[in-house]
């Protein structure tokens, strides 16, 4: 069971390694800057990328190094810093308090994201206890609040049996974030190819990874749910929760296939998805049918926001971070934003990148997060 990007007890900063990897292009933007008087270009181009006001709607900002916040300054991002129950982390307590410091010092560009431990759940008190520190968070500033797919996939109730996310006694917490006016973000599952065998999955760094972690490969547990059957809980949970605002972190774990991702979004209309680690996903699609994944972006402008689960370790080098987030940042930019085409290791092929109309652009990497996380009265720090 993967966590993170690359396994559910995997180093995180590993996300960061995998996706930056790509190497400049030679050809030439599609658009160049309008001229004084004309009408801009219908598409962005790189020379655009750190004017563009951009959110960052899925990342972990786990030090207090200031180095994150000066990128996101430079790089011109809002960032949306999510705390979650994941054991490779610091203490949710100690998240916490990254959180409040780095939003008391850049309030109009951290953000960030609060959670809740599964520990005691069932027991007298839990829920009590659960929802009297989420009115907390919010109270302190947190936008959203985070559940991770331990349920689903590690946490197991006095019976011994898996807590899913539609378990009855998780319904309380939604309705309660729900009341809190925030939106619920739900990582379930793990990427597909966690469910194929090596020579089936469509990324080296998913084939490299489940090949040297066999703990981690569902394929080879067949005792543990099925992919399938986690997204069947999901969506009930979803469907139960009709007025809840319900993020699904990581392209909602149907990143294999964007016309089964438009179905859910087309079934859940309180549902927005974010693109966190797994835009090569979306690439190995784009490779294949570029019109059709260029169509889904555009249709769905609306429903999607751009993130990438980049993650600042407490003791991450500030240098070797900084060049590693920027490196993703502009890779996904030229990718979404521009026709250019970039070397994807991972999948080992040019990708040309989607040049997806600007108006687009603003909705994707911006205008959606500020409608989702209720920030739409803020203007971005120049």
């Known amino acids: 069971m993967r966590g993170k990007r690359q396994g559910l007890f995997a180093v995180a900063a590993v996300i960061v390694l995998g996706l930056a990897a790509c190497s400049p292009s030679t050809q030439p933007a ?6 004084a008087g004309a009408a801009p270009p219908a598409t962005y181009a790189m020379d655009d990328y750190a004017r563009v006001r951009k959110f960052d709607a899925h990342v972990h900002a786990n030090g207090t190094d200031p180095v994150f916040l000066q990128l996101a300054r430079s790089d ?3 960032l949306l810093s999510i705390n979650v129950d994941y054991p490779d982390f610091p203490t949710l307590e100690a998240q916490h308090r990254v959180a409040l410091a780095l939003a008391r010092e850049a309030p109009q560009r951290f953000h960030w994201a609060a959670s809740f431990t599964m520990k005691g759940f069932g027991t007298p008190g ?3 206890r659960t929802n009297q520190g989420l009115d907390a968070a919010v109270a302190e500033g947190a936008r959203a609040v ?3 797919k331990n349920i689903g996939m590690v ?5 011994g049996e898996l807590i899913t996310l539609d378990d009855p006694d998780l319904s309380p917490v939604a309705d309660h974030v729900q009341s809190l006016g925030v939106p619920l973000i739900a990582h379930q599952a793990e990427p597909y190819n966690c469910w194929l ?4 999955m469509t990324t080296d760094n998913d084939r490299e990874y489940f090949a040297h972690h066999p703990d981690y490969y569902m394929y080879l547990h067949p005792e543990m749910p099925s992919h399938e059957a986690l997204m069947a809980a999901r969506d009930r949970f979803v469907a139960a929760h009709p007025q809840l605002r319900f993020v699904g972190a990581h392209m909602a774990s149907l990143e294999y296939d964007v016309d089964v991702l438009a179905k859910f979004l087309d079934t859940h209309p309180n549902a927005t998805v974010d693109l966190a680690a797994r835009m090569s996903q979306v690439q190995y699609q784009s490779l294949r049918d570029p019109a059709k994944v260029r169509d889904f972006f555009v249709r769905y402008q609306d429903r999607l926001l751009y993130g990438t689960d980049l993650t600042q370790a407490p003791d991450a080098d500030p240098a070797a971070f900084r060049a590693e987030a ?3 940042w502009t890779s996904d930019w030229k990718y979404l934003a521009t026709g250019e085409t970039q070397r994807i290791d991972m999948l ?3 990708v040309p990148g989607l040049a997806l109309p600007r108006k687009v652009i603003d909705r994707i990497y911006y205008a959606n997060a500020l409608r989702e996380f209720g920030l739409k009265r803020q203007v971005a720090a120049r």
Do not use: G, I, T, Y
Request: aromatic fraction near 10%; glycine fraction near 0%; proline fraction near 7%.
């Open 30 to 35: 599609v658009s160049a800057p309008a001229e």
């Open 76 to 78: 011109n991002f809002e």
């Open 126 to 128: 839990w829920l009590a």
């Open 146 to 148: 985070k559940v991770w």
């Open 155 to 159: 946490e197991r109730n006095a019976r």
């Open 197 to 200: 065998p090596l020579d089936q």
């Open 326 to 328: 920027h490196a993703m």
């Open 348 to 350: 080992k092929a040019d």
